[in-house]
């Protein structure tokens, strides 16, 4: 019945929006669809917070990676590996690469629809801190830090992820979607690190 109904929705707006305006609305179907298998409490997901204020995430998830922080922290430093380990990540290309900074072109299936950014990612040895903006994105522009932390007996590490992200433009899905979406990708960035570190 949904299936129909995005059908018959698309075929009507082809004649007011044309085919961009269907695929959009395609889009949004897919996301919500997509949504459902990250709805409540993730495996991978050890604590989070997804808060919400006008156009403004508050973002905070904890992930457990069963290794030394150091061999983590080597992991994170390679991020245009994710699309070697991550069936997300459509493409993750090296655009700039000098001393402890980093730009890439990321591709992303995010809630079976494609994104595409430029980030700058910046990387402080001493504190195992990698801080991320967004150069470039039609959505949303996010500003974050991934933190490491040792477990006590340095066996584990603790992958912490906090963040704003702040929408570019209104978006006609809910926030629970949008929380689904900010899980996902989270999610994968930690099995795509727990991959390359032959963990899975």
């Known amino acids: 019945m949904r299936m ?3 059908f018959l929705l698309c ?18 179907f897919r996301a919500q669809e997509a949504a459902t298998k990250w709805e409540g409490a993730v495996e991978e997901i050890t604590y989070e917070k997804l808060e919400k204020d006008g156009k403004v995430f508050d973002v ?35 655009l700039k690469d000098e001393g402890n ?10 809630l079976d629809n494609l994104q595409q950014f430029t980030v700058e990612m910046t990387y402080d040895d001493a504190t195992k801190t990698t801080t991320v903006k967004t150069l470039q994105s039609t959505l949303a522009d996010i500003n974050g830090t991934y933190e490491l932390k040792p477990s006590p007996d340095g066996l584990k590490t603790l ?6 992200q702040t929408d570019k433009i209104a978006l006609p899905i809910s926030v629970d979607v949008q929380r689904s979406g900010l899980k996902e990708a989270f999610v994968n960035q930690v099995r795509a690190i727990k991959k390359q570190l032959g963990l899975s």
Not at 11 to 28: E, K, R
Not at 78 to 85: F, G, I, T
Request: proline share 3%.
């Open 101 to 110: 900074v980093k730009q890439l072109e990321l591709h992303v299936l995010a």
């Open 11 to 28: 075929t009507v707006l082809i004649a007011t929006v044309g085919m961009s305006g269907c695929d959009m609305i395609s889009g949004y």
């Open 60 to 94: 905070e998830l904890h992930s457990r990676i069963d290794a030394p922080v150091d061999k983590v922290w080597e992991a994170m430093q390679h991020p245009e590996r994710l699309s070697e380990n991550s069936d997300q990540f459509k493409k993750s290309q090296l």
């Open 4 to 6: 129909s109904k995005s």
């Open 159 to 164: 992958y912490i992820y906090k963040a704003t």
